[in-house]
């Protein structure tokens, strides 16, 4: 059978032509959605725009061929052999292409959208500018394949072969690369903003000024990868491997980078403020300054006199105030909750009033995560407000406060805290003018009052409705040096009620606080605010040529 025959018996209304031979015809331009050409040889066939949408290929041989500017939306590829084929410009919109092979085969600008292409062999394809959103390429094989300028968003890529790819500004944001292997890839500026990298590897990778931003690289390998210049703010770096990396001019700030091996690496000028970094492996990093700068633009600079002043810097964990509730969470709680800290983040719009919140062995884990640890008792007492607690937890934060100003007195150590202590008791004062003292005047949530008649001025604190508000809690603080300083605790926190008519104290006396020496050596542990100098001198690496 030719292809006039073919095109005659199809417009009679035959549809299904299996194992048809049609090696090295023209089908330019033809009309044939729907056909079935499975297990069909096509080799060097000219199909350029032709329509084979909705059409059954699978198993079928287009070896050599040209498909330039063809619609096959849709299509079953399943299996294909397209290896050297031409198909700059096709329309393969949801087609599958599953365990096709597409070796060599010439993809320029090409649609591939929601396609299937599961276990495709894609060996040195030619991908440039085409389209790959949401399509699917898990544990296909794309070594040595040209992707630049493509566009990959959402694209599953688990498992996938990229060995020595070339990526250079393809835009693979929140893609999903799980364990892949992307090995002395080219991905300048490539876009992998909110991309899930678990596991991946990138050793010997390019990823020169590449958009990270939010990535998770939990476990990744990335030893030897050029990362000068690229954007990881607010990535997840947990047990990361970066040894030998270059990370020069990285921006890190408020990445979380935590059991990472940073052993040879190389970090200095990189954007480092808010960043988690604790439990990291230093062995030879070359680093000499790096940007503390809220905005990153080197106005604060961190410098480092030795290896032993680098490691304390690189082992430095976020401050953290963590409340404990002895009960679990309801429903009608969750809510109260919620608005409780929207109107917190009303009165007091500079921080960030989202706690984590888990839910286990019968408590309530409240924990939010700071830059500095000048504000831990401030955020502590905020978090405290909708809690019935809260009176004793004031109590107790301003017994702290009067401790550490009277244990300041003709004491070395203490001296040499000044700054710090001082920025805790000024962070707290602030606070606590800021913020409503007894919880939330009725006025400004009525509907979860207790009692909505109740008055804004009224000497008696707004308890919440629900009975979570009322059970014992547990209130600590952990510093940048993971150093633990207990707050406040409930003397019920722990002890199960066994009737319903065993109350709890009503007020509760705050417990026995730290000693003045255990909070010293908590504020000693600060390390987040040492990490910041006034600024930078006429020689700092910041007053230097920036370009």
């Not at 940007?291 to 990153?296: A, E, F, H, L």
């Not at 406060?401 to 009277?406: D, K, R, S, Y």
């Not at 009503?506 to 010293?520: E, H, I, M, R, Y």
Request: contains cysteine; charged residues 20%.
């Amino acid at each position: 059978m030719d292809a006039s025959e073919l095109l005659r018996q199809y417009a009679k209304g035959n549809r299904d032509f299996p194992e048809v031979s049609l090696n090295e015809q023209s089908l330019v331009e033809a009309e044939l959605p729907q056909i079935v050409l499975r297990r069909a040889s096509l080799k060097v066939t000219n199909l350029s725009n032709a329509n084979l949408t909705q059409a059954d290929l699978q198993d079928a041989i287009f070896n050599v061929s040209r498909l330039s500017g063809a619609n096959l939306s849709g299509a079953n590829l399943r299996h294909c052999q397209l290896n050297v084929t031409n198909l700059i410009r096709a329309l393969l919109t949801e087609a599958d292409l599953s365990g096709a092979s597409l070796v060599r085969a010439e993809m320029l600008r090409a649609d591939l959208s929601n396609a299937q292409l599961v276990a495709a062999n894609l060996r040195e394809v030619d991908l440039r500018e085409a389209k790959l959103r949401w399509a699917n390429l898990q544990g296909a094989n794309l070594q040595q394949a040209d992707i630049r300028n493509s566009i990959l968003t959402g694209a599953l890529l688990e498992e996938a072969n990229l060995n020595a790819v070339n990526g250079d500004r393809a835009d693979l944001s929140g893609a999903l690369l799980k364990q892949a292997d992307l090995r002395h890839a080219n991905l300048q500026q490539v876009k992998l903003n909110g991309a899930n990298l678990q596991g991946a590897n990138l050793r010997w990778a390019d990823l020169r000024g590449a958009d990270l931003r939010n990535a998770d690289l939990t476990a990744t390998k990335l030893s030897g990868t050029n990362l000068t210049g690229a954007l990881l703010e607010g990535a997840i770096l947990v047990d990361t491997v970066l040894v030998h990396a270059d990370l020069s001019q990285a921006n890190l700030m408020h990445a979380t980078v935590t059991g990472a091996d940073l052993s040879g690496a190389t970090i200095t000028g990189a954007k480092l403020f808010g960043a988690a970094r604790y439990n990291l492996a230093t062995k030879e990093v070359a680093c000499t300054w790096v940007d503390m700068s809220p905005n990153g633009d080197r106005t604060q600079i961190r410098e480092f006199s030795d290896a032993v002043d680098l490691h304390g810097f690189f082992n430095t964990a976020s401050p953290q105030v963590h409340l404990h509730v002895d009960a679990l969470l309801t429903p009608v709680a969750h809510a109260q909750l919620a608005q409780v800290y929207y109107h917190l983040s009303q009165c007091a719009p500079d921080r960030d009033w989202v706690p984590d919140l888990t839910v286990a062995n019968r408590q309530t884990r409240l924990t939010l995560t700071l830059s500095q640890d000048s504000q831990l008792w401030s955020m502590a007492y905020g978090l405290s407000l909708p809690f019935q607690a809260t009176q004793g937890v004031q109590q107790a934060l301003a017994r702290l406060l009067q401790m550490v100003q009277a244990s300041t007195v003709n004491t070395p150590v203490a001296a040499e805290l000044q700054p710090s202590l001082r920025a805790l008791g000024q962070e707290l004062t602030t606070t606590m003018k800021v913020l409503p003292a007894k919880v939330l005047p009725a006025k400004v949530l009525p509907a979860i009052a207790a009692d909505a008649a109740q008055p804004a001025a009224s000497a008696d604190p707004l308890r919440l409705s629900d009975p979570f508000f009322q059970q014992p809690i547990q209130l600590y603080v952990t510093n940048s040096s993971n150093q633990r300083l207990a707050i406040y605790t409930h003397p019920r926190f722990g002890a199960r009620q066994t009737t319903e008519s065993d109350p709890l104290p009503p007020s509760p006396k705050p417990g026995p606080l730290p000693q003045p020496a255990t909070v010293l050596t908590f504020v000693q542990g600060f390390r987040a605010e040492r990490d910041l100098s006034v600024g930078p001198s006429s020689d700092s690496p910041s007053g230097r040529d920036q370009a």
